[in-house]
């Protein structure tokens, strides 16, 4: 059974900084990438940024130079360090993760989700 286990989540003022960070726990045979995706009120689900087993990174432009997302393949954990907030921040940040079982069926993971606030 695997998991993600997301942490980190809060209430910060507009310019203020915070660190998410997902683990995985259960098994995957491979773990191609890790990712945080977001999603506020009434909108949907978009890509914030992703990291690869060989540590290749993805933004959102939104985020491009605020946001950085780094990965420790030893705990299976994703992290997503956040500074300069902003107000359009605010929503709910799920963690993903993609990879192949054994049997080489890809597979996708998503987290609970952890909420972030940011107040202007």
């Known amino acids: 059974q695997v998991q993600l286990v997301e942490s980190g989540g809060g209430l910060v003022q507009a310019g203020g900084s915070l660190t998410l960070s997902c683990t995985l726990s259960?098994?995957?045979?491979?773990?191609?990438?890790m990712g945080w995706y977001r999603q506020a009120p009434g909108k949907q689900r978009d890509l914030v940024a992703t990291?690869?087993?060989?540590?290749?990174?993805n933004y959102a432009a939104s985020v491009k130079g605020r946001f950085t997302i780094s990965r420790d393949n030893a705990k299976n954990t994703v992290y997503l360090q956040m500074n300069s907030l902003k107000s359009e921040d605010t929503a709910v940040y799920f963690c993903?993760?993609?990879?192949?079982?054994?049997?080489?069926?890809?597979?996708?993971?998503w987290g609970q989700g952890t909420q972030v606030t940011v107040s202007s």
């Open positions: 993903n993760a993609e990879g192949l079982t054994r049997g080489l069926v890809s597979v996708n993971y």
């Open positions: 259960g098994s995957i045979f491979i773990i191609n990438a």
């Open positions: 990291i690869t087993s060989d540590t290749r990174t």
